[in-house]
């Protein structure tokens, strides 16, 4: 483990952070419960056997999506990989939506199409939940061109991780990102397993995966990922950089995940020890360690947590319900959503034939 | 009036294109300042600038995916691969994401990108630079693939398949570039070509020959010295369009011909040919007075030998042959 235990808040005054007001500071952690609870609520129901595939979660990193979402403003992007549920709950997509869709729902974000691993939000600049390792490397790199081309300021979040860092497509977007001057931050949440590979037995490196960017010319960083005042303040940094100086960051994040790779990691308590486990629980809980720290500025006390710890778990609960009562796609709908152009009903969907099953 | 080459067609459906849409941006290796590796998009960085046409490295994975991120925003790329071979080190993102995108996001989606290239072989260049890659995409819903065989419908088509909302691969042929059977008289104002409409570019009573991009070229040889040498009359059905598919304009050729070969440059398993003859085995089975056959490229690797790989690939002899074989 690399983490340090926070206990310092060291980023406090950073001014990423130095005007928070307590309501955003209590928003920050109501996000995180709000993450966590429909998590607990969907490996409930997948264990139960009502989700098909893979259950990739997202518990134990939440602070990273909600700290740097919660940065974005009107030209910020975001786009990830497969373990995605944290980074479409902290651009504001609704519980309903992305319960049904773990349900295979018609009501899902993606009307039952995609699944846990492909929840997108384009008006809220969500822009997926990617199945394959890096394959959203190239895409979060598209999305600074276009911002770039466009000539809107803003900032391409791409979130991957540890995992991610081996793939071509990765090192060909760095090699891009820096050489068109593209203002993409790639965002590693190291959890240090990709899959059941530690971090030492996968990837060759220099103290962290992030000084891989020194070989391109790339600004780089890397910071605890549990406390939100120091995601923030780097996020921040990285988020200025491309804003002000169209330019690429590298960074990363030490985090943990205390489920497995999926739910259906069968030895996720073999490749690590349920000790290691227990201890970043114990010390290094993202949404303990925030609570800790607006209990110590006074601006919660344990009421006003268990109400929203509440509050959080009846709406996990509630999602449950509109999941389970809302319909199942259509066989129909099968063909729809593929070509847009057919879709629209536009002269060019009306030619010739799309679909070759009958 | 002089012709306009296939190469001179396409480079004035992207100049045009550029004009019509300040979102379109022509990427990829050696389009600008080189002029393209096929003198493509000869002249256009200079008239159109470092914006508007950008060379990429060599970085088929990282470049196609980042147009294909771009066009999620917007944009509107080009994007050439100097081979469409390559596009095998960039498959990921042409079918995992820019196929898949808009499915897997219930419809948020759309990607407006062409990508373009020579898909053939024919050319001495051994392997790894010689695939037919027009199956591989064709079998991917929410792809669209279009082969133009003549200068009129590259121009026409690379017009519509910029213009079109879902992404459109353009198999273009490094052989019918300059070739001047592939050349046409270019109307002075700009039209378009539609995708998914197929062509009769030959007249006949006898035979449906059934082809896209240079086996067209091929196929019209072969009418010509089945007519003048065997009193055969082969119709030339050209797709133009692969998917969307104009199966109408094949049933009909079938319908008053009774006979088809197929010519397809690609490798004969589960090639175009294959799922044109299952197409027409299943809705014109009444109107075939013989089987379907198909000339193909045989099946093997594409040899680098240049007179033997004349032979690999479908050539007008072999289509004569085979026509005169249905007896």
Known sequence: MMLDKVDSYQFKEHSANADLSNEDKIELLRKMVRIRRFEEASLKYYNAGKMGGFLHLYIGQESIAVGTASLCGQNDHLITAYRDHGHALAVGMTMNECMAELFGKKTGCSKGKGGSMHFFAPDKNYWGGHGIVAGQTPLGLGLAYGLKYNGDKGAALCFMGDGAVNQGSYHESLNLAQLFELPVIYIIENNGYSMGTSQKRSSAFNNCLAQRADAYGIAWDVAKGNDIYEVRAKTKEAIDRAHNESQPTILEFDTYRYQGHSVADANSKKYRSPEEIDHYKENYDPISVWKKCLFSEGIIDEDSYKQMDTEAKKEAKDSVTFAEESPFPEISDITEDVYYEVDEGTESGKRGKHFFHN | ?327
């Open chain 2, 1 to 327: 009036m002089a012709l306009t080459l296939y190469r001179q067609a396409l480079n004035r459906a992207l100049d045009e294109e550029l004009a019509n849409d300040e979102k379109v941006v022509i990427i990829g290796e050696e389009v600008a300042e080189y002029n393209g590796a096929y003198k493509v998009t000869e002249g256009l960085w200079n008239k159109w600038g470092d914006k508007r046409v950008v060379d990429t490295p060599i970085s088929e994975a990282g470049f196609i995916g980042m147009g294909i991120g771009a066009s999620m925003l917007g944009v509107r790329p080009v994007m050439e691969l100097m081979f469409f071979s390559f596009a095998y080190v960039a498959l990921d993102q042409m079918i995992n994401n820019a196929a898949c995108v808009r499915y897997m996001s219930g419809g948020l989606i759309n990607c407006p990108i062409v990508i373009r290239g020579p898909a053939n072989g024919g050319t001495n260049v051994g392997a790894t630079h010689s695939h037919t890659t027009e199956n591989i995409f064709a079998n991917v819903p929410g792809l669209k693939v279009v082969a133009p065989s003549t200068a009129l419908d590259a121009y026409g088509l690379m017009k519509s398949a910029i213009r079109d909302n879902d992404p459109v691969y353009v198999m273009e042929n490094t052989l019918l570039y300059g070739d001047p059977l592939a050349a046409s008289d270019l109307p002075d104002n700009e039209i378009t070509v539609p995708i998914g409409t197929a062509e009769v570019k030959r007249e006949g009573s006898d035979v449906s020959l059934i082809a896209h991009g240079r086996c067209v070229i091929v196929a019209l040889e072969a009418a010509k010295e089945l007519e003048d040498k065997h009193g055969i009359k082969a119709e030339v059905v050209d797709l133009r369009s692969i998917r969307p598919l104009d199966e109408e304009t094949i049933l009909k050729s079938v319908a008053k011909t009774n006979r088809a070969v197929l010519v397809d440059e690609s490798k004969p398993f589960c090639g175009i040919s294959s799922q044109i003859a299952t197409m027409i085995q299943e809705k014109a089975f009444d109107d075939l007075d013989a089987p379907i056959k198909r000339v193909t490229s045989i099946d093997a690797p594409a040899i680098y030998s240049p007179p033997v790989e004349k032979e690999q690939i479908p050539n007008v002899s072999r289509v004569v042959d085979m026509v005169q074989s249905l007896g």
